[in-house]
């Protein structure tokens, strides 16, 4: 599929809960005139505790340059994990250009302001020790996670993200969930814009908030997803996951109607 731009935030490369083989598949099967990289694309603070990094996640960063180089405009906002590529505005890495945010039109001619959205979260700003304190909290939920599955999957259960659904039970989360979004569509509201695209909550939405449109690109650990904008200008998110489950049980599906008809014919 080509589309005219698609947004990505979140992948987290550098960390053990980074879905790089599943993004490795999107980015095979997706291609743009412009490619937003929305923050956190690699994790710092990760990083700074102990290396991780893994062949699929050199081959994102592969694959990303070989789109550049191929005329793909790719834009890089850096967020709070990746903050130190904050030191270098205005420059290219391999055509990609790093920027502190950008403004963007899409076809329709609406205008969105797009960042990652980490100056907007109070306890980022507010006590960095506390955001790095939930990242902590957030990891172990990622380590849990693939364990929890490997026990769901003996009876035959569907993928299943606790970190997610945690964030979902936990109250206070979604009113900071929902309190992130209004503050976010006040500042676009405020700059002039039709809407804000964004990342850094790993809460993948569009929604419309007044006459502003909230656009979350979510993420590459727990949901998988991104925004794409059609020709047209429409937006429209992609829950790459849950595309990929789709064709396995189809295929799967598939196969057990093949070996129906083969036991059919043979009787």
């Known amino acids: 599929m080509r589309y005219r731009t698609i947004f990505l935030s979140d992948i987290h490369l550098g960390t053990r809960g980074c879905q790089a083989e599943l993004l490795l598949s999107f980015l095979s099967r997706h291609d743009a005139e412009t490619i937003y990289l929305i923050g956190d694309i690699f994790d710092g603070w990760k990083l700074r505790r102990g290396w991780h990094w893994p062949a699929f996640h050199n081959d994102v960063v592969q694959a990303l340059l070989d789109k550049a180089r191929l005329g793909t405009r790719i834009i890089f906002i850096p967020g709070n994990h990746d903050e130190v590529m904050r030191g270098y505005l205005g420059t290219h890495f391999g055509g990609i250009e790093v920027v502190r945010d950008a403004s963007f039109e899409a076809a329709d001619g609406k205008r969105y302001l797009v960042t990652h959205g980490d100056q907007y979260d109070v306890i980022v700003l507010n006590a960095k020790w506390l955001a790095i304190l939930g990242d902590r909290a957030y990891g172990f939920l990622i380590w849990l996670n693939p364990r929890i599955n490997q026990v769901r999957r003996l009876w035959g259960g569907q993928y299943w993200s606790l970190s997610k659904w945690t964030k979902q039970q936990v109250k206070q989360a979604v009113n900071l969930i929902s309190r992130y979004e209004e503050v976010l569509a006040d500042d676009a509201r405020r700059g002039g814009y039709d809407g804000v695209i964004c990342g850094h909550i790993h809460h993948a939405n569009i929604s419309t908030i007044g006459e502003i449109t909230y656009v979350n690109t979510g993420d590459w650990v727990e949901s998988c997803t991104a925004i794409v904008e059609e020709e047209?200008?429409?937006?429209?998110?992609?829950?790459?996951?849950?595309?990929?489950?789709?064709?396995?049980h189809a295929r799967r599906a598939a196969r057990k109607r093949a070996r129906k008809r083969k036991a059919t014919t043979e009787t």
Not at 233 to 247: P, Q, S, V, Y
Request: charged letters at 35%.
């Open 232 to 248: 047209s200008g429409t937006l429209r998110l992609i829950d790459w996951e849950a595309a990929m489950t789709r064709r396995k």
